[in-house]
């Protein structure tokens, strides 16, 4: 924000040393980027945070200076004189996209001459960087750099129907802006229209075809709030941003709107002449009161550890615009915000304006602040553990939106066949469903680091999923998910998934269950699950999902369900006794179908031994159909047996693997190589 001297000169005392007001200034939170010597004039540029529209004006700078050096504001006074002719009766106005424009207002201004603006107001706008137009056009750029509310006129003989529209855009129309440039809208796009067209895109810039010029006579002054997230996206969409844009982006002060629409049309009377209608048309004069702030006195000491006396922070509250709501009480003080601080919504808002008008230097280094312990939530504990498991197995953590693309959530979905919900708005360019999965997201994450860089990433992330309620008219399920994508082997990422189940302390393995499941190839997804509880699924991913993604090479997903995976955890070790007694160890080489899982075998030799099991493991599958026959495999399973109160004799462990074979052979038809 540039700041002119002798601008700011008008509203405010500057009988200071600029250096220490600069310092000042720079302490209550306006950052001095530096000062440039303009025509004469010093032009201080401050950075100013995106919180404070309040200071994108000349006088919300004056104001903070006068908070700070304890002297007023000297704010001026609007005299218009309006003719008899009523504004409504010569312009009409309909609001079509409130979401948009909360508030419009309109007036008329009929017989200006438009011409050479005065050198004051030449100089004063050139020292912010604005060059000269016109006295109109210049007039609106005044008050803007004034009060910080962007303004606009419009040439009333090139408004259609003497008509001001409020709409959405319409899709692929064309319009030409007063930098003589083509933009092409859409409907997520505000546009103040006429009858006929687009005049104006709502906050960022207006049109050449309603351009003031020196054959305009009448005028159409706007001035308005529109809604930040609508500018941002229609400046950054259309690579238009502009003085009027920055504003709005960080809000404007409701109240203030006609202040200023009022003082505009001021200048231009006392600089172009002309008429103004009586009234204005205003499509949301009741301005929502502000809610009340209580602030408790023992706050700010506990907060800034220094006591302040209370006159001097009720002071420095009324000062910045703050009104007491009732007495003090036990309970403290209620104060109600002024209309242009929309930032200050909680107690230690006020908290924050009283450290820093009262000055951060007056808080000394070692001042007392009392701390309380606190420690993580299981919850935080048991994600710190997740990300150290899928981390160190060379995975990213990634971030994808909640909302996607109806192409994103169409391709896979395990959890549920039910259609997603969708937003009323889009919230990104497109998608306007709640993911029901993760896995697509991830997809498109890794096939977009192909296509960039031909990094081929293994990503996870942690966050929610939204699985729709079977009644209809109830809240979607919002399930936290584990989702992992990895290229290689379908084993590799299951061995992860096994590896995270022991890092969790789960010692019973996840049980595989095969499923068929749209979005992943046939024959090649599982359902996981702890004892009876669904964990979640792991499968190949179909390739004519991978197609669509552009992903070349195969791809392993699966998404787990951290309610499931938390409530079978055990985060803190727990204590195991250790068998005195030796071991035996005993190697078992199976034939069997090629449709027998692994964890099937797993589950028969567990039932088979029972607690004499101190550990089973899978050594590798062999495939020889000259001698086994087709449709077989020979699988090398390792079992070690132990009592916990005695030393097992040979004949009991030659019992024990009996009792294996022979569950093998009933269970699973397998067939023991000797």
Partial sequence: MLVSWKWLSKYVDLSMDREELETRLSLSGLNHEGTEI???????????????????????????????????????????????????????????????????????????RVGPSPDWMVEALAAVGIASVNNVVDSTNYVTMECGQPLHAFDFAKVAGAKIVVRPGKKDEKFRAIDHKDYQLDDSTCVIADAKQADAIAGVMGGAESEVDESTTDLVIEAAVFTPLVVRRAARKLKLHSPSSYRFERKVDPVGVDWASRRVCQLIQELAGGEVAKGVIDTAPEIADRESITLRSGQVKRILGIDIDPQEITRILNELGCTADGDDSDQGISYVPPTWRHDLTREADLIEEVARIYGYDKIPEDAPIPVAPSEKRPFDVAMDRVRAVLTAAGMSEAMTPSVVTAKVDDSLSPWTDKPALQTQTQMLKGSKRLRRTLIPSLLQGRANNWATASIEAN???????????????????????????????????????????????????????????????????????????????????????????????????????????????????????VSAFPS???????VLAESVRWSEMENVVRSAVGDDLADLVYVETYRDEKKDGKGTKRLLLSVVLQKSDDTLSGDQADALIQSIVASCEKKLSAKLLS
């Avoid at 004519?544 to 392993?556: G, N, R, S």
């Avoid at 035996?584 to 199976?590: E, G, I, K």
């Fill in 584 to 590: 035996v160890q005993r190697d078992l080489n199976f």
């Fill in 459 to 577: 990503l996870f992330e942690i966050s929610h999923i939204y699985l729709p309620s079977d009644a209809g008219d109830t809240l979607p399920s919002e399930q936290y998910s584990l989702g992992l994508v990895a290229g290689g082997d379908f084993f590799d990422l299951k061995g992860i998934i096994e590896s995270l189940i022991l890092r969790m302390g789960i010692s019973e393995p996840a049980k595989v269950t095969p499923v068929e499941r749209p979005g992943f190839a046939k024959g090649g997804a599982v359902e996981l699950s702890l004892g009876d509880a669904p964990l979640g699924y792991l499968g190949v991913v179909d390739p004519k999902v991978l197609k669509q993604w552009k992903l070349p090479h195969p791809v392993v997903a699966a998404e787990l369900s951290l309610p499931a995976l938390l409530d079978a955890s055990r985060l803190v070790p727990q204590q195991q006794s």
């Fill in 38 to 112: 303009v025509g004469g004039d010093p032009v201080i540029d401050l950075e100013v945070t995106s919180n404070r529209g309040d200071c994108l004006g000349h006088l919300g700078v004056a104001r903070e200076i006068a908070v700070l050096y304890g002297t007023s504001v000297k704010t001026p006074e609007v005299v218009i004189s309006e003719s008899d002719e009523a504004v409504d009766s010569l312009l009409s106005v309909e609001n079509q996209f409130i979401d948009a424009c909360p508030r419009y207002t309109a007036r008329v201004i009929k017989g200006v």
